[in-house]
Every structure is written in C-alpha cells, then in structure tokens.
T-cell receptor
C-alpha cells in the first residue's frame, strides 16, 4: 500500500518556466514532509521540508505548499534551470524528529533549453 | 562536510551467493538506514538502526539482514542472493535531532545473475 504517491512519473518543462511537482499521501498521521533531488549515479540530496503547522515554505527558487485537508503537497521551482533536471522524491514522516521516512515513487523532471 | 560512503558502486553476484554491502558515515549520526530503489517504486526501507547493535525491520526486510557493530558502520547482508534482489541499494544516516533530514551515500548497483 503506497502511503506516499507521486502520480506523474515524468515532467518536461521549458527553461525559465515554472516546474510543479505533486505528491499525495494517505496517512493522516504524517506531519512532516521533505523533498529530495537525485541525479543519476548519486544518492538523493535533501532539498526542502515543511511541517504540518505551515502551509508554505520557501528557499530561493524552491517553494513547497502543503494542503492538509487534501493530503497534498507540491514543489514549485521557478525559474526552472537545466541543472534542475533530476528525479525528485517526496517523503513523509509521522512526526518531526521521528527518523523513519516514507518515500514516493519519484518524478523525473527534464528542463528543456 | 557530511559524508556517507558505500563500499562498492557496482557489484555483480550469482544466485545463492552471500553478499555484503557496507556503509560508513563520518558524521557521528545515531541513525542509519538501508533502502532499495526500483523504477516505479521509489525508495523502500529495508532495515534501520537507531543505535549500535540495534536494528528494526523496515517495509521489505525479507531476504535481508543487517549488522551494526560500530556507530559509523551499517552492513546489509543478503544471505542467499536471488535475481529479484537486483536493485540500487542506498544507505543513509541521520542525527537524532528534530530534523528528519537523511544524508545518502552514492548507492550500490547490485546485479544478481
């Protein structure tokens, strides 16, 4: 049973435009969410996180939005750059500080020049 | 700088062989994790450890065991490798603080023939 779902396996966006990656979850106990970025032949690297007490968190070009009632979060990248081409994973935790994460399937983002 | 290293980047083994995957972190982290990454399935947790000599099953522990004799080292063992264990194996570590961020190694691509 996939508790964290990324329903788009791939996304293609033009350089300079906005990239929006989506993630849905089913477990209402999840209250802390993270996004990771993965390049080929490398391990995932942490990108940005959000706690359930917030509905938005920004870090430079990256913004994560959380809609608790819909059990949905999204990652916005603006403007998109070629170096953003990677696989993006969302992850969820049952409480902040609980170390176990549940990951989604990943979305491959391709930024076209 | 945070570093997680894995003993091999690529490994080819035969069915029935015993396989050891080693992971070392230099951040004095309490928590260590083993995941496998498969297309369309994302990252799935195999085992994790909160402390030396402690281990807990993740979501897919069948066919695997782990060992943590020292804080910095976490080993994944495939007692009798099978072809369905062909995958990318990722090790991660995290501190015991309030943030859930996990730091990943580069991964081991294991092929079982």
């Amino acid at each position: 049973d996939q508790q964290v779902k990324q329903n788009s396996p791939s996304l293609s966006v033009q350089e300079g435009r906005i990239s929006i990656l989506n993630c849905d979850y089913t477990n209402s106990m999840f209250d802390y969410f993270l996004w990771y970025k993965k390049y080929p032949a490398e391990g995932p690297t942490f990108l940005i996180s959000i706690s359930s007490i917030k509905d938005k968190n920004e870090d430079g070009r990256f913004t994560v939005f959380l809609n608790k009632s819909a059990k949905h979060l999204s990652l916005h990248i603006v403007p998109s750059q070629p170096g953003d081409s990677a696989v993006y994973f969302c992850a969820a935790s049952a409480r902040q500080g609980a170390q176990k994460l549940v990951f989604g399937q990943g979305t491959r983002l391709t930024i076209n020049p | 700088d945070v570093k997680v290293t894995q003993s091999s980047r690529y490994l080819v083994k035969r069915t029935g062989e015993k396989v050891f995957l080693e992971c070392v972190q230099d951040m004095d982290h309490e928590n260590m994790f083993w995941y496998r990454q498969d297309p369309g399935l994302g990252l799935r947790l195999i085992y994790f450890s909160y402390d030396v000599k402690m281990k807990e099953k993740g979501d897919i522990p069948e066919g695997y065991s782990v060992s943590r004799e020292k804080k910095e080292r976490f080993s994944l063992i495939l007692e009798s490798a099978s072809t369905n264990q062909t995958s990318m194996y990722l090790c991660a570590s995290s501190s015991g603080g309030s943030l859930n961020e996990q730091f990943f190694g580069p991964g081991t691509r294991l092929t079982v023939l």
